[in-house]
């Protein structure tokens, strides 16, 4: 067999590829994330890391042997050997925790027992690997490991992407996902988007160290002799911990590294070491001052090829260090551009050959430049020390403060935010001094610095709450989710919301800082948070109406938040009081204002309506629920320019529910009507309205194969689908249960017609994307795919597998009843078609007979009710009761 060939075209300045996954890439061709090969620790020269001993303290060098951390290996361990057969943990801890060298202590355990090993480098904002091609193909490994570090700075939908790769999906490999974070505050946004691909999922925190105990003294001693190893040091049990193991500094994988360094380094010198942790950063700091003043009096680099001129004096070097720290690795344009700005562009290229001379790239890219120190918590530690404001015994520089306002203008300030807000958790001087100021001047720095650099400065302890409450002003308006942005949103306002309640008499404002959080809450997957802070907004707000007209709109739209996040919950009977006072209170304002512009009210009130509609559909109550509809349909109609999509949205609202009270004929008309308008809006507009149309395209073909236009009814379903696919791959949480649905109803259609080969395959993916979800869209999906899927096989005579699917289709339906009772004729209908796939193949006939019997009770409690809709059904299965019954007495046995 030949060996697998791949031509790669270089784009954007890039070139790589992959065999075996997926490519996810930007417009312009710029990669969203790189995937490598894991690959072990490379060999350092112990005199290069001399020089600069911060770069032994880097964790892809692995100086020093693992220990310390074996418990939690083993539950990574357990965790990787166990479970179903995709899972995704999030591990979280401070920097300095030991994350990274846990992650490759676990990686090479993984791939010595077989596993695929696999990094994954984000790629907006981030110097990528060196480019050409990575063999990921997974043949004849026993699984796939795939470590993602700092999944806390990447957007949740570059996340999504990622997770969405076919790498992950090989059918039978089992995978596992290791996503490292320094908090847990991005996990449950995560968490909720992985509900789409039915993978287990598990969170895994990094606690300190315990004071007591040998764990501390043996990783100290272990990180101790693998320095004193480098520094060539035949026997360092004599060096004693310079600072004691007891203090809380000490709880961190890297304190007990720095300790354990600098004790060495020290003892190496003839000096004696700091006793603290403050003194450990500052004496590692001195060691980077004193090698840039080395090389400038030497006017040569050691360490560079042919030992190439070195003209940088140590205060530059210093300047360009810390803009390095804002910006970390560049290319040399960028690099270029950021010296210039910050006042270094007399000499910026020599500047900045000596600053990779110091610090060469770690991908070993000669394009690239300014590469930060390491590891992230020591070059945080350089911008506090650099700043004025603190008393260490470290010499602090009047532009420090400026230089940040320059970088934070004038780069991508995802990463300046997030460094300078993690250093001021430590250094409470930073905020005042450097961070607040800037982002006082411009708080949507902070908005554009993302969720990662948002929820950095949220947790800051004695943030200035001024500043918080001026970029929590310039959230954008949570009218719909922003998934790069709703976790960093919620870190603010759950900080912010608190304070202005507590310090603020107006109940008002407070009312509408509530319901702001509940909605992002709402949109980062936190539902029962959202619920409690939701009715905390209503109680505001009913203390502020009172017989205020004027507030009447806000108290209603207050009262609808409780009934949308009771309705998410699966909870529509409880949603229904507060949905029906919404109404009611809009019906008061209507009443107390009658000449109120219809434009101020019209779309509010309107989509109001909709909803309790539909929530009402959900209960059954369907001739209130076309009553609501047709109401809100006629308050659009009154300015169709405006409500365009609110009259479509209106219209197949009035189609679903005639199509549930069983009246096809004015399900079509309502729909064709619909589809006309969505048409003609998608046309101009489609990103808005595309999706609208593809929803409806489900409907209409439901409508007509009613009317018997099976080939426009295949059509419109197979439309459907072909719309879905690009918007579920974009955005799944959002499309994933439309998109099944559509492909439930494609797979109906094409049985319809007699591709049942194709029906199955379309059945199939149904059934897989509706397992995906999570909630009472998994059960409803899952219960209706599984049960087209049973009428596709039964039909295709493969009758184990039918009877499979058609009681997984009964259990779905089971959880959801209890919710909503309009799902009770789809469980009656699973239950009888399983009851008589048994009962034709001669199958366990009790358990036809208790099947058959219980949907025969609930179609004959249904014909109670509608005797047009089922009574058919009722005397259908009534007459499957017989048969059986029949059966059992005779000892027929069907074959």
Request: aromatic share 6%.
């Amino acid at each position: 067999m030949s060996a697998p060939q791949q031509n790669i075209t270089s784009t954007a300045g890039f070139a790589y590829g992959a065999i075996g996954a997926d490519i996810h890439v930007f417009g312009d061709g710029t990669p969203l994330y790189v995937l490598q090969r894991w690959q072990p620790a490379p060999e350092a020269d112990a005199e290069w890391l001399r020089e600069l001993p911060s770069r032994m303290l880097n964790a892809r060098y692995a100086l020093v042997e693992f220990t310390g951390r074996e418990a939690e290996l083993a539950q990574l361990r357990q965790w990787r050997t166990t479970g179903p057969r995709l899972a995704v943990r999030w591990l979280h801890g401070p920097g300095g925790a030991g994350k990274s060298r846990l992650a490759a202590q676990f990686a090479a355990e993984a791939q010595q027992d077989g596993w695929l090993a696999v990094v994954a480098v984000h790629g907006p904002g981030s110097v990528l690997p060196p480019p050409g091609s990575q063999d990921l193909r997974t043949e004849g490994h026993r699984g796939l490991v795939l470590i993602v570090d700092y999944a806390d700075r990447w957007p949740l939908s570059h996340l999504t992407w990622l997770l969405s790769n076919a790498l992950l999906h090989r059918p039978e490999l089992p995978v596992r996902v290791l996503l490292l974070a320094r908090s847990a505050d991005g996990w449950p946004a995560v968490r909720a988007a992985l509900a789409n691909y039915q993978a287990g999922t598990s969170g895994q925190a990094l606690e300190p160290l315990p004071a007591t105990g040998e764990r501390r003294a043996e990783m100290f001693g272990a990180a101790r002799d693998g320095f004193a190893d480098r520094y060539g040091l035949p026997d360092g049990s004599a060096i004693a911990p310079p600072a004691s193991l007891d203090d809380p500094d000490m709880g961190l994988t890297l304190g007990l590294h720095m300790a354990a360094l600098v004790a060495v380094d020290a003892y190496s010198r003839g000096k004696p070491p700091p006793g603290d942790m403050a003194g450990l950063t500052i004496y590692l700091l001195d060691r980077e001052h004193l090698h840039w003043a080395n090389l400038y009096n030497d006017g040569t680099s050691r360490t560079g090829p042919g030992a190439e001129h070195y003209a940088t004096p140590p205060a530059t070097m210093g300047r360009a260090v810390f803009a390095a720290a804002l910006t970390g690795a560049v290319n040399r344009a960028a690099g270029s551009a950021v010296l210039d700005r910050v006042g270094l562009g007399e000499r910026r290229d020599g500047i900045l050959d000596d600053h990779r001379r110091c610090y060469p790239s770690l991908g070993g890219d000669d394009s690239t430049v300014l590469e930060p120190l390491y590891p992230d918590r020591l070059a945080e530690d350089f911008l506090a020390l650099t700043t004025t404001g603190h008393t260490a015994d470290y010499p602090a520089q009047h532009w420090a403060a400026g230089m940040a306002a320059t970088v934070l203008a004038h780069v991508a300030p995802a990463r300046p935010v997030t460094f300078l807000a993690e250093a001021a958790r430590r250094w409470p001087h930073l905020g005042p001094a450097s961070l607040f100021p800037v982002l006082r001047r411009d708080p949507r720095i902070a908005v554009d610095a993302g969720s990662a650099a948002l929820t950095a400065l949220a947790s800051i302890p004695d943030v200035d709450m001024a500043v918080l409450e001026a970029v929590a002003s310039r959230l954008p308006t949570p009218e719909r989710p922003h998934i790069d942005l709703d976790v960093g949103a919620v870190a603010v306002l759950r900080k912010i919301t608190p304070h202005l309640v507590a310090t603020r008499d107006d109940p008002r404002e407070n009312a509408r800082a509530l319901s702001m959080l509940a909605v992002r809450l709402a949109y980062v997957g936190e539902d029962h948070e959202a619920l409690d802070v939701a009715t905390e907004a209503l109680r505001h707000w009913r203390a502020f109406a009172g017989d205020r007209a004027e507030a009447l709109p806000d108290l209603a739209a207050a009262l609808s938040g409780v009934a949308a996040r009771l309705d998410s919950l699966g909870r529509p009977a409880e949603a229904l009081p507060y949905v029906d006072e919404a109404v009611e209170r809009y019906r008061t304002l209507l009443a107390v204002l009658p000449n109120l512009p219809a434009h101020l009210y019209a779309g509010t009130f309107g989509n109001l309506l909709i909803r309790q509609a539909v929530i009402m559909a959900r209960l059954d109550r369907l001739d209130e629920a076309l009553n609501r509809a047709q109401e809100a349909l006629a308050l659009f109609r009154r300015d169709p320019a405006r409500y365009a999509a609110q009259e479509a949205s209106a219209t197949e609202t009035i189609a679903y529910i005639h199509r549930m009270a069983g009246r096809s004929d004015q399900s079509a008309e309502e729909s064709s009507h619909s589809e006309a308008q969505l048409r003609e809006l998608a046309r101009t507009d489609p990103a808005r309205y595309l999706p609208a149309l593809a929803n409806l395209l489900v409907s209409r073909s439901e409508d007509l194969d009613r009317r018997r236009d099976h080939a426009g009814s295949l059509a419109a379903a197979e439309e459907a689908v072909a719309l879905y696919r690009p918007l579920v791959r974009a955005n799944p949480g959002l499309y994933r249960s439309q998109f099944a649905d559509a492909l439930r109803v494609a797979g109906k259609r094409a049985a319809a017609a007699g591709r049942l080969p194709e029906a199955v395959t379309a059945c199939e993916e149904a059934v897989a994307e509706a397992r995906k979800l999570t909630g009472p869209a998994r059960d409803e999906q899952a219960g209706r795919s599984c049960y087209q899927l049973a009428l596709a096989q039964n039909q295709m005579s493969d009758h184990l597998s039918a009877l499979r699917w058609a009681e997984e289709s009964a259990a779905h339906f089971r959880s959801l009843v209890e919710r909503q009772p309009a799902n009770l004729p789809d469980l009656a209908l699973s239950l009888g078609y399983a009851a008589k796939i048994r009962h034709d193949r001669g199958l366990e006939p009790a358990k036809a007979l208790a099947a058959a019997r219980e949907a025969a009770e609930i179609f004959h409690w249904l014909s109670q009710r509608d005797e047009q809709m089922y009574g058919m059904y009722a005397r259908t299965c009534a007459g499957l009761v017989t048969q059986i019954e029949g059966s059992l007495q005779t000892g027929v046995r069907r074959t």
